[in-house]
DNA sequence: AATCTTACCAACCGCCTATCC
DNA sequence: TGGATAGGCGGTTGGTAAGAT
Protein backbone atom coordinates (compact mmCIF):
# COMPACT_ATOMS: atom_id res chain seq x y z
CA UNK A 1 0.00 0.00 0.00
CA UNK A 2 2.15 2.99 -0.89
CA UNK A 3 1.36 6.71 -1.77
CA UNK A 4 2.30 8.75 -5.45
CA UNK A 5 5.17 9.12 -3.80
CA UNK A 6 6.13 5.26 -2.51
CA UNK A 7 5.36 6.61 0.53
CA UNK A 8 3.59 4.02 2.13
CA UNK A 9 0.29 4.17 4.02
CA UNK A 10 -2.40 2.37 6.25
CA UNK A 11 -1.84 0.39 9.20
CA UNK A 12 1.80 0.50 10.74
CA UNK A 13 3.24 -2.65 11.34
CA UNK A 14 5.28 -4.22 14.08
CA UNK A 15 8.09 -4.13 12.55
CA UNK A 16 7.50 0.28 12.06
CA UNK A 17 6.54 0.66 15.42
CA UNK A 18 10.04 -1.15 16.36
CA UNK A 19 11.89 1.03 13.73
CA UNK A 20 9.74 4.26 14.96
CA UNK A 21 9.88 3.72 18.65
CA UNK A 22 14.11 3.15 18.68
CA UNK A 23 14.47 6.36 16.79
CA UNK A 24 12.45 8.18 18.92
CA UNK A 25 14.35 6.69 22.32
CA UNK A 26 17.38 7.54 20.34
CA UNK A 27 17.26 10.91 19.14
CA UNK A 28 14.50 12.34 21.05
CA UNK A 29 10.88 13.52 20.14
CA UNK A 30 10.55 16.16 17.58
CA UNK A 31 12.37 17.09 14.13
CA UNK A 32 9.68 14.81 12.66
CA UNK A 33 10.75 15.10 8.85
CA UNK A 34 14.44 13.81 10.27
CA UNK A 35 12.44 10.67 11.35
CA UNK A 36 11.30 8.98 8.49
CA UNK A 37 15.53 9.08 7.37
CA UNK A 38 16.84 8.14 10.72
CA UNK A 39 14.11 5.00 11.31
CA UNK A 40 14.31 3.69 8.04
CA UNK A 41 10.53 3.85 7.78
CA UNK A 42 9.03 4.65 4.35
CA UNK A 43 6.30 7.24 5.77
CA UNK A 44 5.93 10.10 5.72
CA UNK A 45 6.74 12.90 8.53
CA UNK A 46 3.23 13.33 10.03
CA UNK A 47 2.25 9.48 9.86
CA UNK A 48 5.43 9.36 12.14
CA UNK A 49 4.42 11.80 14.08
CA UNK A 50 1.18 10.70 14.42
CA UNK A 51 1.69 7.00 15.17
CA UNK A 52 4.07 8.01 17.71
CA UNK A 53 1.87 10.33 19.67
CA UNK A 54 -1.95 8.39 19.37
CA UNK A 55 0.26 4.97 19.98
CA UNK A 56 3.40 4.42 20.65
CA UNK A 57 4.27 6.89 23.59
CA UNK A 58 4.88 5.74 26.87
CA UNK A 59 1.90 6.35 29.12
CA UNK A 60 -0.45 5.83 26.69
CA UNK A 61 -3.84 5.06 28.58
CA UNK A 62 -6.29 2.08 26.64
CA UNK A 63 -9.60 0.71 27.02
CA UNK A 64 -12.72 2.60 28.33
CA UNK A 65 -13.03 5.91 29.41
CA UNK A 66 -14.12 6.54 33.73
CA UNK A 67 -16.99 8.06 35.03
CA UNK A 68 -14.56 10.72 35.62
CA UNK A 69 -13.17 11.32 32.34
CA UNK A 70 -16.59 11.23 30.57
CA UNK A 71 -17.61 13.97 32.98
CA UNK A 72 -14.77 16.36 32.39
CA UNK A 73 -14.82 15.67 28.73
CA UNK A 74 -18.64 17.03 28.47
CA UNK A 75 -17.73 20.02 30.73
CA UNK A 76 -14.82 20.77 28.85
CA UNK A 77 -16.37 20.69 25.79
CA UNK A 78 -19.33 22.72 26.70
CA UNK A 79 -16.90 25.33 28.09
CA UNK A 80 -14.89 25.40 24.90
CA UNK A 81 -18.08 25.79 22.70
CA UNK A 82 -19.30 28.80 24.44
CA UNK A 83 -19.59 31.44 21.96
CA UNK A 84 -17.04 34.05 24.34
CA UNK A 85 -14.41 31.59 23.95
CA UNK A 86 -15.09 31.38 19.91
CA UNK A 87 -14.45 34.65 19.93
CA UNK A 88 -10.88 34.69 21.67
CA UNK A 89 -9.59 31.37 20.80
CA UNK A 90 -8.88 31.33 16.84
CA UNK A 91 -11.33 28.43 15.10
CA UNK A 92 -11.44 26.75 18.79
CA UNK A 93 -8.30 25.57 17.71
CA UNK A 94 -6.42 22.90 20.59
CA UNK A 95 -9.78 22.23 21.99
CA UNK A 96 -9.41 18.43 21.73
CA UNK A 97 -5.94 18.92 23.18
CA UNK A 98 -6.52 20.90 25.84
CA UNK A 99 -9.41 19.06 26.86
CA UNK A 100 -6.87 15.67 26.30
CA UNK A 101 -4.14 17.29 28.48
CA UNK A 102 -6.36 17.36 31.43
CA UNK A 103 -7.13 13.56 31.18
CA UNK A 104 -3.51 11.84 31.83
CA UNK A 105 -2.50 9.08 29.23
CA UNK A 106 -5.47 10.23 27.19
CA UNK A 107 -4.77 11.82 23.34
CA UNK A 108 -6.88 14.23 21.61
CA UNK A 109 -7.49 11.82 18.60
CA UNK A 110 -8.84 9.52 21.45
CA UNK A 111 -10.87 12.20 23.10
CA UNK A 112 -12.37 13.55 19.74
CA UNK A 113 -13.05 9.60 18.71
CA UNK A 114 -14.73 9.37 21.45
CA UNK A 115 -17.00 12.46 21.78
CA UNK A 116 -17.68 11.96 17.91
CA UNK A 117 -18.89 8.23 19.13
CA UNK A 118 -21.08 8.80 21.63
CA UNK A 119 -22.32 12.58 21.13
CA UNK A 120 -21.55 14.42 18.43
CA UNK A 121 -23.81 11.84 16.31
CA UNK A 122 -26.19 11.62 17.97
CA UNK A 123 -26.78 15.06 18.30
CA UNK A 124 -27.18 15.18 14.40
CA UNK A 125 -30.21 13.27 14.75
CA UNK A 126 -32.01 14.30 18.18
CA UNK A 127 -30.01 15.46 20.82
CA UNK A 128 -32.59 14.31 23.60
CA UNK A 129 -33.50 11.34 22.56
CA UNK A 130 -31.14 10.11 20.01
CA UNK A 131 -27.74 10.20 21.73
CA UNK A 132 -26.36 6.78 22.59
CA UNK A 133 -23.82 8.36 25.59
CA UNK A 134 -20.96 6.69 27.62
CA UNK A 135 -21.55 3.26 27.55
CA UNK A 136 -24.03 1.88 29.97
CA UNK A 137 -21.66 -0.45 31.48
CA UNK A 138 -20.13 2.62 33.13
CA UNK A 139 -23.24 3.78 35.15
CA UNK A 140 -27.36 3.27 35.38
CA UNK A 141 -29.96 5.68 34.84
CA UNK A 142 -31.39 6.92 38.05
CA UNK A 143 -34.35 6.80 39.10
CA UNK A 144 -36.20 8.80 36.43
CA UNK A 145 -34.34 6.62 33.71
CA UNK A 146 -32.16 9.65 32.83
CA UNK A 147 -28.30 8.87 32.35
CA UNK A 148 -26.40 10.53 34.45
CA UNK A 149 -24.34 12.30 31.27
CA UNK A 150 -27.45 13.92 29.56
CA UNK A 151 -28.06 15.78 33.09
CA UNK A 152 -24.46 17.29 32.14
CA UNK A 153 -25.14 18.07 28.41
CA UNK A 154 -28.39 20.28 28.86
CA UNK A 155 -28.17 21.62 32.41
CA UNK A 156 -29.17 24.82 32.64
CA UNK A 157 -27.16 25.23 36.41
CA UNK A 158 -23.92 24.06 34.54
CA UNK A 159 -24.30 26.29 31.80
CA UNK A 160 -24.85 29.17 34.23
CA UNK A 161 -21.92 28.07 36.23
CA UNK A 162 -19.77 27.93 33.33
CA UNK A 163 -20.74 31.04 31.40
CA UNK A 164 -20.17 33.34 34.36
CA UNK A 165 -16.84 31.49 34.92
CA UNK A 166 -16.17 32.37 31.49
CA UNK A 167 -17.39 36.07 31.84
CA UNK A 168 -14.64 36.09 34.74
CA UNK A 169 -11.75 35.82 32.97
CA UNK A 170 -11.05 39.51 32.79
CA UNK A 171 -11.46 39.52 36.05
CA UNK A 172 -8.97 36.20 36.99
CA UNK A 173 -6.53 38.03 34.53
CA UNK A 174 -6.69 41.40 36.71
CA UNK A 175 -6.34 39.36 39.77
CA UNK A 176 -3.04 37.92 38.76
CA UNK A 177 -2.03 40.38 37.36
CA UNK A 178 -1.86 39.37 33.64
CA UNK A 179 -1.44 41.39 30.12
CA UNK A 180 -4.15 40.32 27.67
CA UNK A 181 -4.40 43.64 25.64
CA UNK A 182 -6.14 42.03 23.03
CA UNK A 183 -8.81 39.62 22.39
CA UNK A 184 -6.06 36.99 20.71
CA UNK A 185 -4.09 37.32 23.70
CA UNK A 186 -6.57 36.98 25.90
CA UNK A 187 -7.23 33.40 24.03
CA UNK A 188 -4.18 32.42 24.42
CA UNK A 189 -4.57 33.08 28.11
CA UNK A 190 -6.86 30.80 28.09
CA UNK A 191 -5.24 27.97 26.29
CA UNK A 192 -2.03 28.52 27.90
CA UNK A 193 -3.13 26.33 31.17
CA UNK A 194 -2.51 23.25 29.68
CA UNK A 195 -1.40 24.45 26.22
CA UNK A 196 2.19 25.29 25.71
CA UNK A 197 2.43 25.54 22.19
CA UNK A 198 1.59 29.18 21.39
CA UNK A 199 3.65 31.71 21.53
CA UNK A 200 5.67 31.11 24.74
CA UNK A 201 2.55 33.29 26.32
CA UNK A 202 3.09 32.20 29.70
CA UNK A 203 0.28 32.35 32.89
CA UNK A 204 -0.92 30.29 35.69
CA UNK A 205 -4.73 30.67 34.37
CA UNK A 206 -6.34 27.07 34.50
CA UNK A 207 -9.49 25.78 33.16
CA UNK A 208 -9.51 24.02 37.12
CA UNK A 209 -10.05 27.72 37.39
CA UNK A 210 -12.67 28.20 35.39
CA UNK A 211 -14.82 25.17 35.72
CA UNK A 212 -14.46 25.82 39.51
CA UNK A 213 -12.49 22.44 40.56
CA UNK A 214 -9.92 21.62 42.87
C1' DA B 1 -24.45 -20.01 8.84
C1' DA B 2 -24.66 -16.08 6.06
C1' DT B 3 -25.56 -11.42 5.44
C1' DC B 4 -26.38 -6.85 6.94
C1' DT B 5 -25.84 -3.03 10.17
C1' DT B 6 -23.63 -0.48 13.65
C1' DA B 7 -19.86 1.10 16.52
C1' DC B 8 -15.25 1.90 17.21
C1' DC B 9 -10.82 3.77 16.31
C1' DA B 10 -6.45 4.20 13.62
C1' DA B 11 -4.97 6.86 10.11
C1' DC B 12 -5.17 10.32 6.41
C1' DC B 13 -6.00 14.92 4.62
C1' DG B 14 -6.19 19.74 4.36
C1' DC B 15 -5.58 23.75 6.68
C1' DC B 16 -3.37 27.11 9.87
C1' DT B 17 0.45 29.13 12.48
C1' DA B 18 5.26 29.60 13.62
C1' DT B 19 9.82 29.73 12.26
C1' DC B 20 13.64 30.04 9.30
C1' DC B 21 16.23 31.94 5.53
C1' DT C 1 9.20 41.26 3.62
C1' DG C 2 7.81 37.14 1.63
C1' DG C 3 8.26 32.35 0.37
C1' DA C 4 9.34 27.67 1.95
C1' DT C 5 9.12 24.34 5.39
C1' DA C 6 7.83 22.05 9.70
C1' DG C 7 4.74 21.22 13.49
C1' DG C 8 0.26 20.70 15.00
C1' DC C 9 -4.73 20.66 14.84
C1' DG C 10 -9.73 19.34 13.60
C1' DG C 11 -12.53 16.96 10.37
C1' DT C 12 -13.24 12.96 8.00
C1' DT C 13 -12.60 8.37 6.06
C1' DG C 14 -12.08 3.48 5.87
C1' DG C 15 -11.15 -1.06 7.87
C1' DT C 16 -12.74 -4.29 11.07
C1' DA C 17 -14.97 -6.40 14.98
C1' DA C 18 -19.31 -7.17 17.20
C1' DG C 19 -24.11 -7.53 17.25
C1' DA C 20 -28.58 -8.09 14.94
C1' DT C 21 -31.51 -10.25 11.63
Known sequence: ????????????????????RKCVENFGEGK???????????????????????????????GEFALDEVDLIIRLHKLLGLEQLKECIPRN???WSLIAARLPGRTANDVKNYWNTHFYKKNM?????????????????????????ESLLFEEEVDKGITSSVGGLSGLWAEKD???????????????GSYSGWHGFSTDVDLWDLLGEE
Open 1 to 20: MEGSLGVRKGAWTKEEDVLL
Open 32 to 62: WHLVPLRAGLNRCRKSCRLRWLNYLRPNIKR
Open 93 to 95: YGR
Open 125 to 149: VSPQHQMKGPSSTLAPPDEDGIPWW
Open 178 to 192: INAPTTEAAGDTFVE
